[in-house]
Protein backbone atom coordinates (compact mmCIF):
# COMPACT_ATOMS: atom_id res chain seq x y z
CA UNK A 1 0.00 0.00 0.00
CA UNK A 2 1.25 3.50 -1.12
CA UNK A 3 2.50 5.97 1.63
CA UNK A 4 -0.27 8.96 2.13
CA UNK A 5 1.99 12.32 2.01
CA UNK A 6 0.03 15.44 2.68
CA UNK A 7 0.40 18.51 1.00
CA UNK A 8 0.80 21.87 2.35
CA UNK A 9 1.08 25.67 1.71
CA UNK A 10 3.68 27.75 3.22
CA UNK A 11 3.53 28.59 6.41
CA UNK A 12 0.88 30.93 7.62
CA UNK A 13 1.55 34.10 9.71
CA UNK A 14 0.23 33.60 13.32
CA UNK A 15 -0.89 37.30 14.03
CA UNK A 16 -2.96 39.45 12.58
CA UNK A 17 -1.86 43.04 11.85
CA UNK A 18 -3.33 45.97 13.75
CA UNK A 19 -5.39 47.27 10.07
CA UNK A 20 -7.24 43.90 9.58
CA UNK A 21 -8.28 43.90 13.61
CA UNK A 22 -9.51 47.34 12.69
CA UNK A 23 -11.63 45.32 10.17
CA UNK A 24 -13.00 42.34 11.96
CA UNK A 25 -13.52 44.33 15.02
CA UNK A 26 -15.67 46.83 13.05
CA UNK A 27 -14.35 49.79 14.70
CA UNK A 28 -14.60 53.13 13.06
CA UNK A 29 -11.37 52.70 11.43
CA UNK A 30 -11.94 49.50 10.03
CA UNK A 31 -15.47 50.73 8.62
CA UNK A 32 -13.54 53.27 6.91
CA UNK A 33 -11.38 50.99 5.45
CA UNK A 34 -14.33 48.70 4.37
CA UNK A 35 -16.20 51.82 2.81
CA UNK A 36 -13.66 52.90 0.81
CA UNK A 37 -13.24 49.26 -1.12
CA UNK A 38 -16.44 49.12 -1.23
CA UNK A 39 -17.19 52.15 -3.06
CA UNK A 40 -14.43 51.60 -5.34
CA UNK A 41 -16.21 48.00 -5.79
CA UNK A 42 -19.54 49.60 -6.08
CA UNK A 43 -18.14 52.35 -9.21
CA UNK A 44 -16.62 50.16 -10.77
CA UNK A 45 -19.72 48.26 -10.78
CA UNK A 46 -21.70 51.61 -12.48
CA UNK A 47 -18.71 52.33 -14.90
CA UNK A 48 -19.63 48.38 -16.15
CA UNK A 49 -23.92 48.71 -16.32
CA UNK A 50 -23.00 52.36 -17.86
CA UNK A 51 -21.35 51.01 -20.53
CA UNK A 52 -23.50 48.17 -20.84
CA UNK A 53 -26.61 50.02 -21.26
CA UNK A 54 -25.33 52.20 -23.67
CA UNK A 55 -24.47 49.99 -25.88
CA UNK A 56 -27.17 47.83 -25.84
CA UNK A 57 -29.76 50.55 -25.11
CA UNK A 58 -28.47 52.43 -28.78
CA UNK A 59 -29.18 48.96 -30.61
CA UNK A 60 -32.66 50.31 -30.87
CA UNK A 61 -32.42 53.74 -31.39
CA UNK A 62 -30.11 52.20 -34.53
CA UNK A 63 -33.33 50.68 -35.60
CA UNK A 64 -35.19 53.76 -35.33
CA UNK A 65 -32.27 56.38 -36.97
CA UNK A 66 -31.94 53.99 -40.17
CA UNK A 67 -35.10 51.97 -41.10
CA UNK A 68 -33.46 50.17 -43.92
CA UNK A 69 -31.23 48.29 -41.02
CA UNK A 70 -33.33 45.39 -40.58
CA UNK A 71 -33.91 44.29 -44.10
CA UNK A 72 -30.15 44.47 -44.55
CA UNK A 73 -28.34 40.54 -44.60
CA UNK A 74 -24.97 39.35 -43.96
CA UNK A 75 -24.12 36.47 -45.32
CA UNK A 76 -27.68 35.77 -45.71
CA UNK A 77 -28.49 36.27 -42.00
CA UNK A 78 -30.39 39.59 -41.36
CA UNK A 79 -28.22 42.18 -39.46
CA UNK A 80 -30.68 42.81 -37.05
CA UNK A 81 -29.89 39.00 -35.63
CA UNK A 82 -26.22 40.01 -35.70
CA UNK A 83 -26.85 42.78 -33.48
CA UNK A 84 -29.18 41.62 -31.12
CA UNK A 85 -28.04 38.07 -31.29
CA UNK A 86 -24.43 37.64 -31.46
CA UNK A 87 -22.78 40.90 -31.46
CA UNK A 88 -23.28 41.37 -27.40
CA UNK A 89 -22.05 38.41 -26.29
CA UNK A 90 -18.20 39.65 -26.86
CA UNK A 91 -18.86 42.58 -25.67
CA UNK A 92 -20.69 41.48 -22.42
CA UNK A 93 -17.49 38.96 -22.26
CA UNK A 94 -15.31 41.56 -22.35
CA UNK A 95 -16.71 43.80 -20.08
CA UNK A 96 -16.85 40.58 -17.24
CA UNK A 97 -13.14 40.20 -17.50
CA UNK A 98 -12.42 44.00 -17.22
CA UNK A 99 -14.88 43.79 -14.40
CA UNK A 100 -13.24 40.80 -12.68
CA UNK A 101 -9.53 42.60 -13.63
CA UNK A 102 -10.71 46.06 -11.84
CA UNK A 103 -12.22 44.31 -9.09
CA UNK A 104 -9.25 42.17 -8.10
CA UNK A 105 -6.95 45.37 -8.56
CA UNK A 106 -9.13 47.08 -5.88
CA UNK A 107 -8.68 44.24 -3.47
CA UNK A 108 -5.15 44.21 -4.08
CA UNK A 109 -4.62 47.87 -3.53
CA UNK A 110 -6.53 47.01 0.15
CA UNK A 111 -4.75 44.53 1.04
CA UNK A 112 -1.53 46.86 0.07
CA UNK A 113 -3.55 49.50 1.87
CA UNK A 114 -3.58 46.90 5.03
CA UNK A 115 -0.20 46.09 4.90
CA UNK A 116 1.35 49.72 4.73
CA UNK A 117 -1.09 51.08 7.29
CA UNK A 118 0.61 48.32 9.45
CA UNK A 119 4.29 49.13 9.04
Given at each position: ???????????????????????????????????????????????V??????????????F???????????????????????????????L?????????????????????V??
Amino acid sequence: MAERVRVTGPPRRGTRTAPVREVEAETPLGRVYVDSLLREQLFTALRVLGVTLLVLGSVPLLFFTVPALPSLRVGGVPVAWVLLGVAPYPLLVGLGWWFCRRAERNEDAFAGLMEEVDS
